[in-house]
């Protein structure tokens, strides 16, 4: 894709702000649009050169030939698409990296390819920072020549990309990872809960932590959320109500394809008895659930 083209961007949340940062750092002109104008504008403040803010998200696709969006639930999908079809034509791309469903996919790309366009999943593995550094993986499926097309802008806002197969793949292969990383938070603060009730030190000097990172068992996610959690230092970088989402559809494709996930049912409990409180949290305040028990 021509580095003149203009790109669109549709969702300025905490993951698509930092995506479309990063495209524009690179230089990329971008049309944006978010339900909350008030965070496209400050975009617009920071780079009124290369930003412009749309009235709509269907204004985003008649401008651009390429629009990626970023929603962070099928409601909010749901809600935006109707204005994105109804601007859809021949030759208008949609690649859409939010983490819905597989069937929402679907409904999505029969839609837009019924109206002359093309679409292409690309829902990413990171959370807040890795979307600020250009350090997402993208894990794709569906059009493959789009796949192709957009390769700069990947590389761009990512460290990796892949594409699975055809629409839904790559949902799937994003649920699968969600749902391991789930188990391992789960897992971890049930091991920080025990420790401390045992008596032992946990951080990450000393403790635990320290004697996990050492081992076999060492990983960026304990690293990083660990020492979090022992300071309660719940921040979002990914909301706990989303990891619960997509826990909850993890359950339900393992549900439909007859694999029994009884870990992931047991950590999705956790997961589900702090979100009233701490859904807007980050992922980590699942810890509360263990501390608690």
């Not at 651009?64 to 994105?84: D, G, N, R, Y």
């Not at 929402?104 to 920072?129: H, N, Q, W």
């Amino acid at each position: 894709m021509s580095m003149n083209e203009t790109l669109g961007f549709i969702g300025i949340g905490i993951m698509g702000k930092g995506q479309v940062q990063c495209l524009l750092k690179a230089g990329r002109k971008c049309v944006i649009w978010n339900r909350d104008l008030s965070k496209a504008n400050r975009i617009k403040e920071e780079y009124p050169d290369l930003v412009t803010v749309a009235s709509t998200a269907g204004e985003v696709i008649e401008k651009c030939e390429i629009t990626f969006s970023m929603l962070s639930t099928i409601e909010a999908s749901e809600a935006v698409f109707p204005s994105v079809l109804d601007s859809v034509s021949s030759g208008k791309a949609i690649v859409d990296c939010a983490t819905l469903t597989p069937e929402r996919m679907i409904v999505m790309r029969d839609a837009i390819v019924a109206k002359g366009g093309s679409f292409l999943e690309a829902p990413v593995s990171g959370s807040k920072v890795p979307a600020e550094t250009g350090q997402l993986i993208f894990l794709c499926g569906g059009d493959a020549y789009l796949y192709q097309k957009i390769e700069s802008e990947l590389n761009i806002m990512g460290k990796a990309h892949f594409i699975f197969g055809d629409v839904g793949s790559g949902t799937k292969m994003k649920l699968v990872v969600n749902s391991i990383m789930g188990n391992m938070l789960v897992a971890l603060g049930e091991g920080l809960a025990l420790a401390d009730k045992a008596g032992l030190p946990c951080d990450a000097q000393n403790g635990l932590l320290k004697v996990l990172e050492l081992g076999v068992l060492s990983s960026p996610l304990i690293k990083l959320k660990g020492p979090k959690m022992l300071a309660t230092d719940y921040a979002p970088h990914f909301p706990e109500k989303h990891a619960q989402k997509d826990m909850r559809f993890a359950l339900n494709l393992g549900d439909e394809l007859g694999v029994s996930l009884p870990v992931t049912a047991a950590a999705n409990s956790q997961f589900i008895k702090v979100r009233s409180k701490h859904g807007d949290d980050d992922f980590a305040a699942v810890y509360e659930a263990q501390k608690s028990t």
